[in-house]
């Protein structure tokens, strides 16, 4: 008589807790923290808590609370951390504005920030309600490729401001239409290149040895190389180098994600030196930025007095370790891109090294659990777009702060959060929604599931404590 084996029994399907009274708790702490701000500025300004403390407090709260209750219910299993991270720099961008207001009595943007915080709120709510599933995203990839090359090239059409057309201005109204292009182009990049990364992965010439890099056919590369060439010309054309910067670290970045080679690291490396170097040596307005880096303080020397480079510099260096406090410091001086290119002067001034290294450290786990998202999924589009959102933000946090810094040329682009600008602020809100839809996939496969079980629900969830 034979015996047979007894099958292992099998683990059930389980899912992560859901944290979501762990996610309205650091709001809570996320709002304190910022409405504290607030107060010590007027604190240190005038000596009184400012009158306005109450309302901006219970607005913020009850903005940062309908975002809660939007990912409670239609986004139960999304990373908890997201959420908070975007409601604290958020706020800590209204009280550096507001901060800078007192300084500008006749120019206040922190009201009008406030307006465009809202809006970015509400297109977080709208986006978490109704996209059910980021996979919809693929079916538009075209169509968000073309929209984003239209809002590209409208700018063109109307006057530069500061050297630079990027603005579309009618009467007081005034919006960065290349701000939203960067979402529409990261959604098409993802689709096409999870689409084909066989194909650029696996075939065509190696034309590089060392690092076996393989050129796949011109047939599989020429349409995403073709809409990034268009999209990087256009800027180049608007003098908007620094988004051009952000879309080519974008592409490099998706195509090493999507093939797996590093020899696509180095090539966008070279390329990007060489482009660097002619566009600095042949664009006038991008030559005086790289002077202005190279001898920050060659104004000085001719007794023109500091430029807003030598001023941000002075401004971290007063600063020092524990910060002058806030409404205390004089990064004023720096001109009339205090409130919005260099504003982390104004944080490093006022915060000192130890509060940028807080806010550093807030985009960095941002950027983290954009990258853990994206990793934690089964299908190839969402995990390209999460990487890809992360790395927008990644990427505009090292572009912004190494120019206020003087580690690399000065490119005008707008601190995630923090800086002055609506089409900026209401940008970011939405690519944290995004990454809300794709954690909540990402969280709610089933642990010890099979590889394509739906998301359904297959055992009761834990139960929390709030």
């Not at 690399?408 to 209401?426: C, D, E, K, N, R």
Request: proline share 6%; charged share 10%.
């Amino acid at each position: 008589m034979t015996r047979t084996a007894a099958a292992p029994p099998s683990v059930p399907a389980v899912r992560v807790p859901r944290r979501r009274g762990t996610e309205v708790a650091l709001i809570v702490v996320a709002v304190l923290l910022s409405v504290y701000g607030y107060c010590d500025v007027g604190l240190a300004k005038n000596g009184t808590v400012p009158p306005g403390a109450a309302g901006y407090g219970a607005g913020l709260g009850v903005l940062a609370l309908l975002a809660h209750l939007a990912v409670r219910f239609r986004a139960p299993y999304a990373d908890p951390l997201l959420l908070p991270i975007a409601v604290l720099l958020n706020g800590l961008g209204l009280v550096l504005i507001y901060r800078l207001d007192l300084e500008t009595p006749g120019d206040e943007a922190a009201p009008t920030q406030l307006v465009w915080s809202t809006v970015g709120v509400a297109l977080f709510i709208a986006v978490v309600v109704f996209l059910r599933d980021h996979r919809v995203l693929q079916r538009y990839a075209y169509i968000c490729v073309v929209a984003a090359l239209v809002l590209m090239i409208v700018p063109i059409f109307f006057p530069a401001v500061n050297g630079a057309r990027i603005w579309i201005r009618i009467g007081g109204f005034s919006i960065q239409p290349g701000e939203f292009a960067k979402i529409l182009l990261a959604i098409f990049f993802a689709s096409y290149l999870s689409a084909n990364r066989n194909a650029l992965a696996y075939t065509g010439r190696t034309v590089w040895k060392l690092t076996k890099l393989q050129l796949p056919t011109g047939r599989v590369l020429g349409p995403i190389v073709a809409i990034w060439l268009l999209s990087v010309g256009v800027l180049v054309l608007e003098r908007d180098l620094g988004t051009s910067l952000l879309f080519f670290g974008l592409f490099v970045i998706l195509l090493y994600v999507a093939t797996g080679r590093t020899g696509w690291i180095a090539v966008g490396m070279v390329l990007a030196g060489v482009g660097a170097f002619a566009v600095g040596s042949l664009e006038p307005h991008v030559h005086s930025r790289v002077e202005d880096w190279l001898h920050p303080f060659a104004s000085i020397d001719a007794g023109e007095g500091p430029n807003q480079l030598a001023q941000s510099l002075f401004a971290f260096a007063a600063g020092g370790m524990l910060g002058s406090g806030l409404g205390l410091g004089h990064s004023i001086l720096i001109g009339f891109a205090a409130k919005s290119d260099f504003i982390l002067a104004t944080a490093g001034e006022e915060l000192g090294l130890a509060g940028l290294a807080a806010i550093f450290l807030l985009y960095a786990l941002l950027v983290e659990r954009g990258f853990r998202a994206g990793l934690a999924l089964r299908d190839s589009f969402g995990r390209l777009l999460a990487v890809g959102l992360a790395s927008i933000v990644a990427l505009q946090v090292f572009v912004i702060a190494g120019g206020v810094t003087g580690l690399i040329p000065l490119t005008g682009m707008a601190m995630p959060f923090l800086a002055q600008g609506g089409s900026s602020v209401v940008t970011n809100w939405i690519i944290v929604a995004l990454l809300i839809r794709i954690s909540d996939s990402a969280r709610g496969q089933p642990v010890g599931a099979p590889a394509g079980t739906p998301a359904g629900p297959l055992v009761a969830p834990p139960k929390e404590n709030a």
